[in-house]
T-cell receptor, first 113, second 114 residues
Framework: KNQVEQSPQSLIILEGKNCTLQ??????????LRWYKQDTGRGPVSLTI?????NTKSNGRYTATLDADTKQSSLHITASQLSDSASYIC????????????FGTGTRLKVLA | DGGITQSPKYLFRKEGQNVTLSCEQN?????MYWYRQDPGQGLRLIYY???????QKGDIAEGYSVSREKKESFPLTVTSAQKNPTAFYLC?????????????FGEGSWLTVV
């Protein structure tokens, strides 16, 4: 079964601290993996996208990693800011099949001052 | 600016009413999607379309209907048959094919039953 699991479900950190969010998937055949940021009541916005051959991708203070062998990805946020408070969604695309995008349930991050 | 426009942002539905959520994109994408998001849950696919005048059911299509008369437009109708329609609805679009294409989302529409 094609699934994407994220952990933790929610996370609270202090401003300025780092954090790492996890994404494990069992999607096959794999095409690419994206991390999205979703502010409350808004649409998700893409942070990074990685294909099979990419191990690391950065976007400012966001760094995503991908281990295609273990089917795991992480999103590391450096020097967190209050504006990082949001849900972070891992999305894996299939290379074939009817349902192309498989969504995780997200990690809700709260950054406190 | 290129993007996806959803309207209205907030919509209230009375029992037994049909309501339609609008979705327009100017990204020239062939594929369009409707997702439902409930609090604390992941996105669930309602319907998707890969070409004009054609669309396919997703995981939770019951009580919903769509049309794709134009490439740019993919409206979603929430019918009275949908017994629990209160949710956040997201429209999205993407190109078809390729290895690195991204799915883009609109800003969402809140639907509440009153």
């Amino acid at each position: 079964k094609n699934q994407v699991e994220q952990s933790p479900q929610s996370l609270i950190i202090l401003e300025g601290k780092n954090c790492t969010l996890q994404c494990n998937y069992t999607v096959s055949p794999f095409s690419n993996l994206r991390w999205y940021k979703q502010d409350t009541g808004r649409g998700p916005v893409s942070l990074t996208i990685m294909t099979f051959s990419e191990n690391t991708k950065s976007n400012g203070r966001y760094t995503a990693t991908l281990d295609a062998d273990t089917k795991q990805s992480s999103l590391h946020i450096t020097a967190s800011q209050l504006s990082d408070s949001a849900s972070y969604i891992c999305v894996v695309s299939r290379a074939a099949g009817t349902y192309k995008y498989i969504f995780g349930t997200g990690t809700r991050l709260k950054v406190l001052a | 600016d290129g993007g996806i426009t959803q309207s209205p942002k907030y919509l209230f539905r009375k029992e037994g009413q049909n309501v339609t959520l609008s979705c327009e994109q100017n990204l020239n994408h062939d594929a369009m999607y409707w997702y439902r998001q409930d609090p604390g849950q992941g996105l669930r696919l309602i319907y998707y379309s890969q070409i004009v005048n054609d669309f396919q059911k997703g995981d939770i299509a019951e009580g919903y209907s769509v049309s794709r008369e134009k490439k740019e437009s993919f409206p979603l109708t929430v019918t009275s048959a949908q017994k629990n329609p209160t949710a956040f609805y997201l429209c999205a679009s993407s190109i078809i094919g390729g290895n690195g294409n991204t799915i883009y989302f609109g800003e969402g529409s809140w639907l509440t039953v009153v």
